[in-house]
């Protein structure tokens, strides 16, 4: 089974919007922690937002919130007031921290969506 | 959180050559890894860069073909071998920090094989 699963693979919004980008996620470890990156075309990983298992609070950063329901297992990104910058290739990605017979600090990632902000 | 800088950025090579790609970190930290994105695709996890010692290879990679250096806290390399044009990639390198639980990467080695 997939860890990650991001089902749209490509995202429309217009600018000053706001745009909710989906992420379930697949563990049985208690602790973990999720992540969202963003690519630009240029190929790097920006890193957004991290929310750790234990966490009570929903993450936020800037623009950034992460939604997390843990008993549905989504973490899905909020991006408020899109911006035409904002226009790229999105990842969520978990991280097992008990280390049960995977690599431990491996992140696995889903397929990703590609956002794009139209003015 | 941590700055972490790639070289080269990008590189055009010819098949069966091998290319060296470098990480340097800006702090010291706790574990490096090797990410490899092919074309249209997600992050696959090549390697673990263990200080002082072997790599640990994820299924699939293996030493022969991805040979990993990691001498100090703050610097690895990744050594592509014999490259074919199934390995034009984007090659990562990312780092977790010991006092937070946040995973940074660096700007990638975008490598095409021709």
């Known amino acids: 089974a997939q860890k990650i699963t991001q089902t749209q693979p490509g995202m429309f919004v217009q600018e000053k919007e706001a745009v909710t980008l989906d992420c379930t996620y697949d563990t049985s470890d208690p602790s973990y922690g999720l992540f969202w990156y963003k690519q630009p075309s240029s190929g790097e990983m920006i890193f957004l937002i991290y929310q750790g298992s234990y966490d009570q609070q929903n993450a936020t950063e800037g623009r950034y919130s992460l939604n997390f329901q843990k008993a549905r297992k989504s973490a899905n990104l909020v991006i408020s007031a899109s911006q035409l910058g904002d226009s790229a290739m999105y990842f969520c990605?978990?991280?097992?921290?008990?280390?049960?017979?995977?690599?431990?600090?491996?992140?696995?990632f889903g397929r990703g969506t590609q956002l794009t902000v139209w003015p | 959180s941590a700055v972490i800088s790639q070289k080269p950025s990008r590189d055009i090579c010819q098949r069966g050559t091998s290319l060296t790609i470098q990480c340097q970190v800006d702090s010291q930290v706790t574990m490096m890894f090797w990410y490899r994105q092919q074309p249209g695709q997600s992050l696959t996890l090549i390697a673990t860069a263990n200080q002082g010692s072997e790599a640990t290879y994820e299924s699939g990679f293996v030493i022969d073909k991805f040979p990993i250096s990691r001498p100090n806290l703050t610097f690895s390399t990744l050594t592509v071998s014999n490259m074919s044009p199934e390995d034009s990639s984007i090659y990562l390198c990312?780092?977790?920090?010991?006092?937070?639980?946040?995973?940074?990467f660096g700007p990638g080695t975008r490598l095409t094989v021709t």
């Open positions: 990605a978990m991280r097992e921290d008990t280390n049960r017979g995977s690599t431990l600090g491996r992140l696995y």
């Open positions: 990312s780092v977790m920090t010991g006092s937070s639980y946040e995973q940074y």
